[in-house]
């Protein structure tokens, strides 16, 4: 390999690894893996700080965190255009959010599971387990969502 490009890579990975022990620090409940689950650990952290949120201990199926008056969400996260919805199930509540480089996230979903379910009833399953590429589609049911069917920010 390169030397310039090997030092680079060393230099990034040196920086990630410190971005992770800090957000460890931060937030120690959160184990921030650069396995893939760095951008959910990160998406439900900053969710439970903006939003009236606990999350669960350790990874739990279906759901990430309890809201104060005891629903069940799961979050979901990404830094680019896209996020998911499971195929198997229906999450009581869904929290999508889209994060910015600076911390700042946009909603992009706030509501029952059941109402996404409902347009993606007919969808084929899929390999993965998991509907993509729905970003317009939950800004625009996210518009309809009554306000007592969010989940309220703190």
Same mark, same amino acid.
């Given at each position: 390999?390169?030397?310039?490009?090997?030092?680079?890579?060393?230099?990034?990975?040196?920086?990630?690894?410190?971005?992770?022990?800090?957000?460890? &620090?931060?937030? @120690?409940?959160?184990?921030?893996?650069? =396995?893939?689950?760095? #951008?959910? =650990?990160?998406?439900? #952290?900053?969710?439970?700080?903006?939003?009236? !949120?606990?999350?669960?201990?350790?990874?739990? &199926?279906?759901? *990430?965190?309890?809201? *104060? *008056?005891?629903? %069940?969400?799961?979050?979901?996260?990404?830094?680019?255009?896209?996020?998911?919805? @499971?195929?198997?199930?229906?999450?009581?509540?869904?929290?999508?959010?889209?994060? %910015?480089?600076?911390?700042?996230?946009?909603?992009?979903? %706030?509501?029952?599971?059941?109402?996404?379910?409902?347009? !993606?009833?007919?969808? &084929?399953?899929?390999?993965?387990?998991?509907?993509?590429?729905?970003?317009?589609?939950?800004?625009?049911? %996210?518009?309809? #969502? @009554?306000?007592?069917?969010?989940?309220?920010?703190?």
């Amino acid at each position: 390999m390169d030397q310039t490009i090997q030092g680079q890579i060393e230099q990034a990975l040196k920086g990630l690894f410190a971005a992770v022990s800090m957000l460890q &620090k931060a937030y @120690p409940g959160k184990p921030f893996t650069l =396995d893939g689950r760095l #951008v959910g =650990d990160i998406g439900e #952290v900053v969710a439970s700080l903006s939003y009236g !949120l606990t999350l669960n201990e350790g990874l739990t &199926k279906h759901h *990430d965190a309890v809201t *104060d *008056d005891g629903r %069940n969400v799961q979050i979901k996260t990404t830094f680019g255009t896209t996020l998911t919805f @499971p195929v198997h199930h229906v999450p009581d509540y869904y929290l999508g959010i889209r994060m %910015n480089r600076d911390g700042t996230f946009e909603e992009v979903y %706030n509501g029952p599971g059941y109402l996404i379910q409902q347009q !993606l009833i007919t969808r &084929k399953a899929t390999k993965t387990g998991l509907h993509g590429g729905l970003m317009s589609m939950l800004k625009r049911i %996210n518009q309809n #969502v @009554p306000e007592s069917e969010r989940i309220p920010r703190r």
